[in-house]
């Protein structure tokens, strides 16, 4: 058993979480800078690469625009519910609990609970999001969410658990609500477009409804 000072943390993710960081803190400083950079820049990466596959979708039918509108709200409730779960079970810092440096330069203050990872919860559903919009860009942003989850342990900041439990929560919540949200707006778009469809007029012209 590794004393960490938390409890609940199963031993297997204390020992993975101090050799990954004992490799961070061995790697080259320029490696140290992109893993310190990367851990925030991959959620704006995740984000990008949705838009575009939003926009992939936004010039088909109504399911797709619909797809394409929705996708974006699950991850929002994604993390909204990995916040509800920090507060729910209040599991220490790892870098406060094993009280080491770590490449992120300062631990999170204390009340900013470990379990789960919000941006691995959010890279997740960002990753899955995607997916369901395009398989081809879904494919870039996977390996991704993956990185940028492995990056929070990386720089010190997460367990391995609690980054895995994160991305399974988001991609679980946009898996969930994407498609009981779309079928709703869907049916709207369609009844938009039937409403704003021209009819015949009975002299032979068109008009608009």
Same mark, same amino acid.
């Given at each position: 058993?590794?004393?960490?000072?938390?409890?609940?943390?199963?031993?297997?993710?204390? @020992?993975?979480?101090? @050799?990954?960081?004992?490799?961070?803190?061995?790697?080259?400083?320029?490696?140290?800078?992109?893993?310190?950079?990367?851990?925030?820049?991959?959620?704006?990466?995740?984000?990008?690469?949705?838009?575009?596959?939003?926009?992939?979708?936004?010039?088909?039918?109504?399911?797709?625009?619909?797809?394409?509108?929705?996708?974006?709200?699950?991850?929002?409730?994604?993390?909204?519910?990995?916040?509800?779960?920090?507060?729910?079970?209040?599991?220490?810092?790892?870098?406060?609990?094993?009280?080491?440096?770590?490449?992120?330069?300062?631990?999170?203050?204390?009340?900013?609970?470990?379990?789960?990872?919000?941006?691995?919860?959010?890279?997740?559903?960002?990753?899955?999001?995607?997916?369901?919009?395009?398989?081809?860009?879904?494919?870039?942003?996977?390996?991704?969410?993956?990185?940028?989850?492995?990056?929070?342990?990386?720089?010190?900041?997460?367990?391995?658990?609690?980054?895995?439990?994160?991305?399974?929560?988001?991609?679980?919540?946009?898996?969930?609500?994407?498609?009981?949200?779309?079928?709703?707006?869907?049916?709207?778009?369609?009844?938009?477009?039937?409403?704003?469809?021209?009819?015949?007029?009975?002299?032979?012209?068109?008009?608009?409804?």
């Amino acid at each position: 058993m590794v004393e960490t000072g938390a409890t609940g943390v199963p031993d297997i993710s204390v @020992d993975w979480y101090h @050799d990954i960081v004992d490799v961070a803190d061995g790697s080259p400083d320029p490696v140290q800078w992109f893993a310190g950079h990367f851990t925030e820049g991959a959620i704006l990466l995740l984000g990008l690469l949705l838009l575009v596959a939003a926009l992939t979708r936004l010039g088909g039918g109504p399911r797709d625009r619909a797809l394409a509108l929705v996708a974006p709200v699950p991850v929002v409730l994604a993390y909204v519910c990995s916040e509800w779960l920090k507060t729910v079970v209040d599991e220490d810092r790892p870098c406060r609990a094993a009280a080491r440096a770590i490449i992120a330069g300062t631990c999170p203050a204390p009340g900013d609970w470990s379990f789960p990872s919000n941006h691995a919860t959010v890279a997740g559903a960002l990753a899955v999001a995607t997916l369901l919009l395009s398989r081809r860009i879904g494919l870039v942003a996977l390996p991704l969410a993956a990185l940028a989850a492995f990056s929070r342990v990386f720089v010190g900041v997460h367990y391995p658990h609690d980054v895995v439990a994160g991305m399974l929560l988001g991609a679980i919540v946009v898996l969930l609500l994407v498609p009981l949200l779309a079928r709703p707006a869907a049916a709207l778009l369609r009844r938009r477009s039937r409403a704003e469809r021209p009819v015949a007029d009975p002299v032979g012209g068109s008009t608009r409804r």
